[in-house]
């Protein structure tokens, strides 16, 4: 073959650079050294090009033979024979190389990895556990995993979608401890995902759900390995998923919620009490303005006569219903979080107390809000953030102004019977087939391992 054919692109690898686009980042890279030729193709946007240099290029030039460089290529442990083109063109667009040398094709992965820092918790921050969150690269959070976790039935098990993203996804959980009716049910929806666009393990999580308007989570989205390697424990399935610093962890139960990392740090009575803090936050925070209705608007006569008085007394001039009261100051409570979300952290925590205050005294003093209102709302405000998991957290602020429009319009009956509605809703919920409201969690031990289909 003369040198100027030994040049030209071969007529495969000709076809797959046709098929990409014609972009800056795609490369075809003859390799040419007397009688030696090799020739390269990749997009150099998602190819780690010190890697590529040090494994290929440099050993090129370094063997000074081709049928040598052809040896390497063919034992690297890296290496794959060519997919079917339409497969090839997505591993070349995330990161895999062709290359062709002696007459043979071989794709090699050269990934340009991600963040694969640590950061600090952000979500679920806590005294004395581990400060370092997930990151946002899956092989190293499958290293972060087992750097935990140090037992051998440790089963990973990788995944790409078909959507248009192609996420890749790890599936973790302990052989010994995992429920397998449970694992065949997690593999069978993911194999069922027919979206076209998913980017995120709350994306994931969200199409994994087998209820579309249920209100309460039906999986856990995590970013402390912690409380990963903790249901890894108790034979749940975690869900790790490439360029997002969160974990899916699956079944779970209603008081999987209700458990914060911290009260595995500190002694039986300090944990109790916590865990005490977080139930009586979340009665408060889905009760209290429903009551604060009832008592006011209904049933003012089952308080003390000093406390109705002092209610009746401070909502003097308020020119509407109690119910209205309540909904108007919650709105705006409402907006103060989300405001305090979406601020830039250097302002928001002084714009939202300084909104807060402004709004309170304001309310109060055109007699649109009554004190006692506002010191409700402020608990209820407080007692939101008592919540150890967000998910939750958001379900509870829903369900509150579930419970007032029932207590509006029934007063104390109607309380009772939006709290049984919601109670029934949650005991028809399950999480891919475990009750959502089961008391505890046990794994049961698998005897044999659930092949993939």
């Given at each position: 073959?003369?040198?100027?054919?030994?040049?030209?692109?071969?007529?495969?690898?000709?076809?797959?650079?046709?098929?990409?686009?014609?972009?800056?980042?795609?490369?075809?890279?003859?390799?040419?050294l007397?009688?030696?030729?090799?020739?390269?193709?990749?997009?150099?946007?998602?190819?780690?090009?010190?890697?590529?240099?040090?494994?290929?290029?440099?050993?090129?030039?370094?063997?000074?033979?081709?049928?040598?460089?052809?040896?390497?290529?063919?034992?690297?442990?890296?290496?794959?024979?060519?997919?079917?083109?339409?497969?090839?063109?997505?591993?070349?667009?995330?990161?895999?190389?062709?290359?062709?040398?002696?007459?043979?094709?071989?794709?090699?992965?050269?990934?340009?990895?991600?963040?694969?820092?640590?950061?600090?918790?952000?979500?679920e921050?806590?005294?004395?556990?581990?400060?370092?969150?997930?990151?946002?690269?899956?092989?190293?959070?499958?290293?972060?995993?087992?750097?935990?976790?140090?037992?051998?039935n440790?089963?990973?098990?990788?995944?790409?979608?078909?959507?248009?993203?192609?996420?890749?996804?790890?599936?973790?959980?302990?052989?010994?401890?995992?429920?397998?009716?449970?694992?065949?049910?997690?593999?069978?929806?993911?194999?069922?995902?027919?979206?076209?666009?998913?980017?995120?393990?709350?994306?994931?999580?969200?199409r994994?759900?087998?209820?579309?308007?249920?209100?309460?989570?039906t999986?856990?989205?995590?970013?402390?390995?912690?409380?990963?390697?903790?249901?890894?424990?108790?034979?749940?399935?975690?869900?790790?998923?490439?360029?997002?610093?969160?974990?899916?962890?699956?079944?779970?139960i209603f008081?999987?919620?209700?458990?914060?990392?911290?009260?595995?740090?500190?002694?039986?009575?300090?944990?109790?009490?916590?865990?005490?803090?977080?139930?009586?936050?979340?009665?408060?925070?889905?009760?209290?303005?429903?009551?604060?209705?009832?008592?006011?608007?209904?049933?003012?006569?089952?308080?003390?006569?000093?406390?109705?008085?002092?209610?009746?007394?401070?909502?003097?001039?308020?020119?509407?219903?109690?119910?209205?009261?309540?909904?108007?100051?919650?709105?705006?409570?409402?907006?103060?979080?989300?405001?305090?979300?979406?601020?830039?952290?250097?302002?928001?925590?002084?714009?939202?107390?300084?909104?807060?205050?402004?709004?309170?005294?304001?309310?109060?003093?055109?007699?649109?809000?009554?004190?006692?209102l506002?010191?409700?709302?402020?608990?209820?405000?407080?007692?939101?953030?008592?919540?150890?998991?967000?998910?939750?957290?958001?379900?509870?602020?829903?369900?509150?102004?579930?419970?007032?429009?029932?207590?509006?319009?029934?007063?104390?009956?109607?309380?009772?019977?939006?709290?049984?509605?919601?109670?029934?809703?949650?005991?028809?919920?399950?999480?891919?087939?475990?009750?959502?409201l089961r008391?505890?969690?046990?794994?049961?031990?698998?005897?044999?391992?659930?092949?993939?289909?």
């Open positions: 073959m003369t040198e100027s054919k030994k040049q030209e692109m071969p007529l495969f690898m000709k076809s797959i650079s046709d098929s990409l686009p014609s972009s800056f980042d795609v490369l075809h890279v003859p390799l040419s007397d009688d030696a030729h090799a020739h390269l193709l990749y997009m150099k946007t998602v190819v780690d090009g010190a890697a590529l240099q040090q494994t290929i290029i440099k050993p090129f030039f370094e063997l000074d033979n081709e049928q040598k460089f052809a040896a390497y290529i063919q034992g690297l442990p890296n290496r794959l024979d060519p997919p079917q083109p339409d497969e090839l063109l997505t591993m070349l667009t995330s990161g895999f190389v062709l290359v062709y040398a002696e007459s043979t094709y071989s794709v090699l992965e050269f990934r340009k990895l991600g963040n694969t820092l640590q950061s600090m918790t952000i979500s921050t806590t005294i004395h556990g581990p400060q370092l969150a997930l990151s946002e690269d899956l092989e190293t959070n499958v290293s972060i995993v087992r750097q935990h976790y140090h037992q051998p440790l089963y990973v098990e990788t995944q790409q979608l078909t959507d248009k993203s192609r996420m890749s996804i790890a599936l973790l959980y302990d052989e010994k401890e995992v429920d397998v009716d449970v694992l065949r049910r997690v593999k069978e929806k993911l194999d069922a995902l027919d979206e076209p666009l998913l980017q995120s393990a709350g994306e994931l999580a969200v994994l759900t087998s209820r579309r308007f249920t209100l309460f989570p999986s856990i989205l995590t970013e402390r390995p912690d409380r990963i390697v903790y249901n890894l424990t108790g034979g749940k399935i975690v869900l790790l998923v490439d360029n997002s610093p969160y974990a899916i962890i699956l079944p779970v008081f999987d919620f209700m458990v914060s990392m911290e009260e595995n740090y500190h002694t039986y009575i300090i944990s109790l009490y916590n865990t005490l803090l977080g139930w009586f936050g979340l009665l408060n925070c889905l009760l209290l303005p429903s009551l604060y209705v009832a008592f006011t608007a209904y049933s003012p006569e089952v308080l003390s006569p000093e406390l109705t008085l002092t209610i009746a007394g401070s909502r003097i001039g308020v020119p509407y219903p109690s119910f209205i009261e309540v909904i108007i100051m919650l709105l705006f409570v409402e907006l103060l979080t989300e405001a305090s979300v979406r601020l830039p952290r250097s302002i928001n925590a002084a714009a939202t107390t300084v909104g807060g205050l402004i709004l309170g005294t304001a309310a109060t003093e055109a007699s649109l809000a009554s004190n006692v506002i010191m409700v709302i402020a608990i209820v405000a407080i007692s939101t953030f008592v919540i150890p998991m967000n998910e939750l957290g958001f379900a509870v602020r829903i369900g509150r102004l579930f419970l007032i429009l029932f207590t509006s319009l029934f007063g104390l009956i109607g309380l009772i019977s939006g709290t049984l509605l919601l109670i029934i809703h949650l005991t028809n919920l399950d999480s891919f087939g475990e009750p959502y008391i505890g969690w046990r794994s049961k031990r698998s005897e044999k391992m659930v092949n993939s289909e």
